[in-house]
């Protein structure tokens, strides 16, 4: 599992966002890092670490989070076959993904949560007919039964050959 | 009551002698050789000792941690995480190339697209450039300040006694002495420039006034016990330049000037500062604006414009950055001065974390907070660059030539050349940066040729 010294680490970086020292952080905590601020995704991203009607998350919170993007090798090392399934395994990290197109938490990405996502990934740059189109296609090459919306496992289906173990993880240096 | 009288006024005559002792030593040894500009080498041996004293304790805490089997906490400068360092279309490209087989020139959308700005995210929330610029540095090993200790359970016996030690040197014998210095310092200089602005324009003033200014620096630098490497000082700034240096802290300004002459650059304070100021620009002109003044752009480029036209009139010094960086890194510098068409002379400032950390974290100390900090740490050792000078080239703007300045700070310094604009110390980033992350990746999925305007 995760290296003392790597807790260590991300604790250190969790008190230096903490600004308010109450041993949580708030969404404008997340707000202040600038390379995150610029990202079309942000506030995606940032929403994924609070639950459901929350507004502050803990280190436990912010840990669990960061735990999907472990690379898989990890795993090889703590061989857990009766335990639940590590967060960081293939399916949660595409479950993560999914969860950014999925805005009300239906396990359906429909036609407009995916207009949604796409508007905040291109800003004003392409028009409406447009980005409908895209998502139009996007939709009938994923959806199998035929409900005009993508669930998990069609979302799986169409990823399938995607390297999400190198995509979604992050290396720690040491 | 009538047995402590004796030895009352026994302990009052040591403490007078010693006192006058003290005071002695203090002119003898530090404010006269200033006023001259000689340096006895005390400094540079108490520099000496001191590093062969944190080599001895690195390697009893290593020691100690050995013993003990715990991991030592190291921080690491370069990042904790590893990035590469591709392109927003490389990444994606690579993304949809494992995939699917086919051919990807054709822009379109994936919906594994995702993965590149998830990842990236998550990334920057782990490990960002900026923010990590505007809290001190950490350092490699200890220097016996409780201020930077991060293996506090790991500490032997000797070693404390050895920070106790530490404390009482710096506290109750290094504290007085330069405070003692500071008071002296400033003093002089407010009533040395006030005197001069008294005597009628022409060269004995000019160089009165420099001189006074020089001296009231160099006693202030050894009321920091700052031990300063010049470097290349045949390249110093010259009347009608400009002078930019990458910005750490106020005290910045001492190091520079007690090497040479400058006009300083600034807004009027009240206070201290302000009674400072005012004395200062008696003896020679020097740039303050007014509060209301600083937010005019025109008006700022005007008057620095119109000094350094003005050949009999000193370099400006002046820190583009706008706000102090934790010497780590050089952050956006502000074009202002690089418009004006006069000379730059570049310097760059390294300061060794290890003896004091100099930065002024302004969100987290007040100023007399901050002095107390510096004056209680061992020392303040740095090194300054004098960069060749440098002119406009016709084919680049202020923003380019602005940059290419910084680069050479940052190369010299060994600084890491930042983008980022130093005000995100405060303000939140502009949404430009984000629109131009949303126009180059819907160039990737539906290409330039596509109309392109929201109806």
Same mark, same amino acid.
């Given at each position: 599992?995760?290296?003392?010294?790597?807790?260590?680490?991300?604790?250190?970086?969790?008190?230096?966002?903490?600004?308010?020292?109450?041993?949580?952080?708030?969404?404008?905590?997340?707000?202040?890092?600038?390379?995150?601020?610029?990202?079309?995704?942000?506030?995606?991203? +940032?929403?994924?670490?609070?639950?459901?009607?929350?507004?502050?998350?803990?280190?436990?919170?912010?840990?669990?989070?960061?735990?999907?993007?472990?690379? +898989?090798?990890?795993?090889?090392?703590?061989?857990?076959?009766?335990?639940?399934?590590?967060?960081?395994?293939?399916?949660?990290?595409?479950?993560?993904?999914?969860?950014?197109?999925?805005?009300?938490?239906?396990?359906? +990405?429909?036609?407009?949560?995916?207009?949604?996502?796409?508007?905040?990934?291109?800003?004003?740059?392409?028009?409406?007919?447009?980005?409908?189109? +895209?998502?139009?296609?996007?939709?009938?090459?994923?959806?199998?039964?035929?409900?005009?919306?993508?669930?998990?496992?069609?979302?799986?289906?169409?990823?399938?050959?995607?390297?999400?173990?190198?995509?979604?993880?992050?290396?720690?240096?040491? | 009551?009538?047995?402590?009288?004796?030895?009352?006024?026994?302990? *009052?005559?040591?403490?007078?002698?010693?006192?006058?002792?003290?005071?002695?030593?203090?002119?003898?040894?530090?404010?006269?050789?200033?006023?001259?500009?000689?340096? /006895?080498?005390?400094?540079?041996?108490?520099?000496?000792?001191?590093?062969?004293?944190?080599?001895?304790?690195?390697?009893?805490?290593?020691?100690?941690?050995?013993?003990?089997?715990?991991?030592?906490?190291?921080?690491?400068?370069?990042?904790?995480?590893?990035?590469?360092?591709?392109?927003?279309?490389?990444?994606?490209?690579?993304?949809?190339?494992?995939?699917?087989?086919?051919?990807?020139?054709?822009?379109?959308?994936?919906?594994?697209?995702?993965?590149?700005?998830?990842?990236?995210?998550?990334?920057?929330?782990?490990?960002?450039?900026?923010?990590?610029?505007?809290?001190?540095?950490?350092?490699?090993?200890? &220097?016996?300040?409780?201020?930077?200790?991060?293996?506090?359970?790991?500490?032997?016996?000797?070693?404390?006694?050895?920070?106790?030690?530490?404390?009482?040197?710096?506290?109750?014998?290094?504290?007085?002495?330069?405070?003692?210095?500071?008071?002296?310092?400033?003093?002089?200089? *407010?009533?040395?420039?006030?005197?001069?602005?008294?005597?009628?324009?022409?060269?004995?003033?000019?160089?009165?006034?420099?001189?006074?200014?020089?001296?009231?620096?160099?006693?202030?630098?050894?009321?920091?016990?700052?031990?300063?490497?010049?470097?290349?000082?045949?390249?110093?700034?010259? &009347?009608?330049?400009?002078?930019?240096?990458?910005?750490?802290?106020?005290?910045?300004?001492?190091?520079?000037?007690?090497?040479?002459?400058?006009?300083? *650059?600034?807004?009027?304070?009240?206070?201290?500062?302000?009674?400072?100021?005012?004395?200062? *620009?008696?003896?020679?002109?020097?740039?303050? /604006?007014?509060?209301?003044?600083?937010?005019?752009?025109?008006?700022?480029?005007?008057?620095?414009?119109?000094?350094?036209?003005?050949?009999?009139?000193?370099?400006?010094?002046?820190?583009?950055?706008? !706000?102090?960086?934790?010497? !780590?890194?050089?952050?956006?510098?502000?074009?202002?001065?690089?418009?004006?068409?006069?000379?730059?002379?570049?310097?760059?400032?390294?300061?060794?974390?290890?003896?004091?950390?100099?930065?002024? &974290?302004?969100?987290?100390?007040?100023?007399?907070?901050?002095?107390?900090?510096?004056?209680?740490?061992?020392?303040?050792?740095?090194?300054?660059?004098?960069?060749?000078?440098?002119?406009?080239?016709?084919?680049?703007?202020?923003?380019?030539?602005?940059?290419?300045?910084?680069?050479?700070?940052?190369?010299?310094?060994?600084?890491?050349?930042?983008?980022?604009?130093?005000?995100?110390?405060?303000?939140?980033?502009?949404?430009?940066?984000?629109?131009?992350?949303?126009?180059?990746?819907?160039?990737?999925?539906?290409?330039?040729?596509?109309?392109?305007?929201?109806?």
């Amino acid at each position: 599992s995760v290296s003392h010294s790597q807790i260590t680490r991300l604790y250190s970086r969790f008190t230096s966002l903490d600004k308010g020292e109450n041993g949580t952080l708030s969404r404008e905590d997340f707000q202040r890092i600038p390379e995150l601020a610029i990202n079309p995704l942000g506030d995606r991203i +940032i929403n994924a670490f609070f639950s459901e009607g929350e507004d502050q998350v803990n280190f436990r919170g912010f840990m669990r989070t960061l735990a999907h993007f472990r690379p +898989i090798e990890d795993n090889e090392k703590s061989k857990d076959q009766n335990g639940p399934e590590p967060l960081n395994s293939r399916s949660n990290k595409l479950h993560f993904a999914f969860r950014l197109y999925d805005l009300d938490k239906d396990d359906k +990405i429909s036609r407009d949560e995916l207009l949604q996502v796409l508007r905040m990934m291109v800003g004003v740059n392409i028009s409406d007919e447009q980005l409908g189109s +895209i998502a139009d296609r996007t939709i009938q090459e994923a959806d199998q039964d035929g409900d005009c919306a993508i669930s998990f496992a069609e979302f799986v289906k169409v990823l399938e050959k995607v390297d999400v173990e190198q995509k979604m993880s992050i290396r720690f240096l040491h | 009551m009538f047995l402590l009288l004796p030895f009352d006024s026994l302990i *009052v005559n040591l403490l007078g002698i010693s006192i006058t002792v003290l005071f002695t030593l203090l002119l003898v040894f530090i404010i006269v050789p200033a006023i001259f500009g000689v340096s /006895f080498g005390i400094r540079k041996v108490y520099m000496k000792t001191l590093l062969k004293i944190f080599q001895w304790a690195t390697l009893r805490i290593e020691r100690g941690a050995k013993e003990k089997n715990h991991p030592l906490y190291k921080p690491y400068v370069n990042g904790i995480i590893a990035k590469e360092p591709t392109s927003l279309e490389e990444e994606i490209k690579e993304i949809r190339r494992s995939g699917s087989g086919k051919a990807l020139d054709a822009p379109e959308f994936e919906l594994s697209d995702i993965f590149y700005f998830c990842r990236k995210g998550i990334e920057t929330i782990m490990d960002d450039e900026v923010t990590k610029r505007f809290s001190a540095e950490e350092l490699e090993s200890w &220097n016996l300040l409780s201020r930077t200790n991060y293996n506090f359970h790991y500490i032997s016996l000797r070693l404390t006694v050895l920070w106790g030690l530490g404390v009482l040197i710096r506290y109750c014998f290094l504290l007085p002495l330069r405070i003692a210095l500071a008071f002296t310092g400033i003093s002089l200089l *407010v009533t040395g420039t006030t005197v001069v602005g008294y005597l009628p324009n022409g060269r004995c003033k000019e160089f009165l006034s420099k001189h006074v200014h020089l001296m009231c620096y160099r006693i202030c630098v050894r009321a920091l016990t700052a031990i300063i490497t010049y470097h290349d000082r045949e390249n110093r700034p010259r &009347n009608g330049g400009i002078c930019v240096a990458n910005h750490t802290s106020p005290i910045d300004v001492i190091i520079l000037a007690s090497d040479g002459y400058y006009a300083m *650059v600034g807004q009027v304070h009240g206070g201290l500062m302000g009674v400072i100021q005012r004395a200062m *620009v008696k003896a020679c002109p020097h740039v303050w /604006f007014e509060r209301s003044e600083v937010k005019d752009r025109h008006l700022v480029a005007k008057r620095l414009t119109e000094h350094v036209q003005d050949k009999s009139k000193l370099p400006i010094l002046i820190f583009p950055e706008g !706000t102090c960086i934790n010497n !780590t890194s050089v952050m956006m510098f502000k074009k202002g001065s690089f418009e004006t068409g006069a000379t730059v002379y570049p310097v760059a400032i390294k300061y060794d974390p290890q003896f004091g950390d100099a930065f002024f &974290n302004s969100s987290k100390y007040g100023m007399v907070t901050y002095l107390l900090r510096m004056m209680t740490s061992w020392a303040i050792v740095c090194s300054v660059w004098y960069l060749p000078p440098m002119t406009r080239q016709p084919e680049e703007d202020a923003v380019q030539f602005a940059n290419r300045v910084k680069s050479a700070i940052a190369r010299q310094g060994g600084l890491v050349d930042l983008l980022w604009d130093g005000g995100l110390k405060r303000e939140k980033v502009k949404d430009t940066f984000k629109e131009e992350q949303q126009k180059l990746y819907s160039k990737m999925i539906v290409g330039n040729h596509e109309d392109r305007s929201r109806s």
